[in-house]
Every structure is written in structure tokens, then in C-alpha cells.
T-cell receptor, first 114, second 113 residues
Framework: GENVEQHPSTLSVQEGDSAVIKCTYS??????FPWYKQELGKRPQLIID?????GEKKDQRIAVTLNKTAKHFSLHITETQPEDSAVYFC?????????????FGKGTHLIIQP | GAGVSQSPSNKVTEKGKDVELRCDPI?????LYWYRQSLGQGLEFLIY????????KSGLPSDRFSAERTGGSVSTLTIQRTQQEDSAVYLC???????????FGPGTRLTVT
């Protein structure tokens, strides 16, 4: 089955700086890679996703890159703000035949220092 | 429109009792997923439904866990003879179809004493 590794487990950055979270996956059949943000005591919220037919996707201050050859994908947050503080989870999934649920990384606790 | 809803929001039960957790997906979403999140852990996939059918039940932690979905909408996750290690937040998600984005409900926090 799929295995997703996520690093770092904790990331502290100064407000206004950029943050990068990296994930690797093992199953070459995976073709869908979402990122979720989870604030304390709340549900995971989808913030951005990428499918395997593109290499990069941007939405305002958030971008995701995908390297299918290396089986790496990363989340980039620019101009970080206090409200970006949360736990971020990457995930991977094959949406074709034999589709299954999302396999999640262990999460990154992002701390924005004022 | 309304998002995914789950009930109850919190459940405290004694070891050995059965519990039933409910999920109401977003209207029109054909796919429904159950996950478990233990304290300080990531999310663990349990089972998914396409319509009323669950093609693969191998993600369920033990045979004490079962799930069903009727009418292509509401789903229930049942845990029989609960154990302390079953304590976790049980999250449900739904998507328009199997290839679509998954949207999560608020979860049910289960505590087994």
C-alpha cells in the first residue's frame, strides 16, 4: 500500500517569512495529492491539491509542487501570517481502478512567530 | 450548502459497550470515507463507500468495527465491545465522486473508559 512521509514534524518561522513542508510517497499509481490544514479541535480543511498531470499549482500565498519522478511534493506558504499557525497534513491517493482512501503524512505543526 | 455533519460530537462509553457513530455527507456526494485520528497522530483511513457499496473493508482495525451506508446517503460506523485503544476522533469525509476532493465533517470524539 501507499506510504507517505512528511517533514518536518514542527516548523517555526518568523511572521512574513516563507514556510516549506515536504512529503514523499511510495506508490507510483498515486495521482492525487491534497493538503489539509487542521486548527486545534477543528476538522481538517482542504487548502490546495494537485493532480499528477501538472507540476505546480498556486492559490494566492499557497503553492504546491509535484515531482512525479522523485515521488516528492511540497507545500509552500509565502508571507506567513499568524493565522497560518496550524497542523498541516499532506496526503496521496490513486483515484483510478482500485481507488482507496487518502493516505496521510504524520503532519507538520507550523508555528508563526510574531 | 450544508457541509458534512457527524453525530454525536462527543461520546463517552464504558469498555465493552457498543457504539454507533453517524455521518451525513454533503448532498449529492456519492463517495463517503471514514478515518480515525488518535491523539497527536495523523489520520488513518478505515473504509470508503461508493454509493452503498464498500469494496474493501481491510482498513478496518478489527472485526469489532463495521460500517454501512443505506440510500446512498447517511453512513454509520459501529464499534462493538469497545476497548480503550478505540479512543480517538472518528472523522467522516465525502466527495462528489471517487476522484473528487474530500471534505471532512467535524468528527466524533470517542472516549472509552
Amino acid at each position: 500500500g501507499e506510504n507517505v512521509e512528511q517533514h518536518p514534524s514542527t516548523l517555526s518561522v518568523q511572521e512574513g517569512d516563507s514556510a516549506v513542508i515536504k512529503c514523499t510517497y511510495s506508490d507510483s499509481a498515486s495521482n492525487y495529492f491534497p493538503w489539509y490544514k487542521q486548527e486545534l479541535g477543528k476538522r481538517p480543511q482542504l487548502i490546495i491539491d494537485i493532480r499528477s498531470n501538472v507540476g505546480e499549482k498556486k492559490d494566492q500565498r499557497i503553492a504546491v509542487t509535484l515531482n512525479k519522478t522523485a515521488k516528492h511534493f511540497s507545500l509552500h506558504i509565502t508571507e506567513t501570517q499568524p493565522e497560518d499557525s496550524a497542523v498541516y497534513f499532506c496526503a496521496a491517493r490513486a483515484t483510478g481502478g482500485g481507488a482507496d482512501g487518502l493516505t496521510f503524512g504524520k503532519g507538520t505543526h507550523l508555528i508563526i512567530q510574531p | 450548502g450544508a457541509g458534512v455533519s457527524q453525530s454525536p460530537s462527543n461520546k463517552v462509553t464504558e469498555k465493552g459497550k457498543d457504539v454507533e457513530l453517524r455521518c451525513d455527507p454533503i448532498s449529492g456526494h456519492t463517495a463517503l470515507y471514514w478515518y480515525r485520528q488518535s491523539l497527536g497522530q495523523g489520520l488513518e483511513f478505515l473504509i470508503y463507500f461508493q454509493g452503498n457499496s464498500a469494496p474493501d473493508k481491510s482498513g478496518l482495525p478489527s472485526d469489532r468495527f463495521s460500517a454501512e451506508r443505506t440510500g446512498g446517503s447517511v453512513s454509520t460506523l459501529t464499534i462493538q465491545r469497545t476497548q480503550q485503544e478505540d479512543s480517538a476522533v472518528y472523522l467522516c469525509a465525502s466527495s462528489l465522486n471517487l476522484a473528487g476532493e474530500q471534505y471532512f465533517g467535524p468528527g466524533t470524539r470517542l472516549t472509552v473508559t
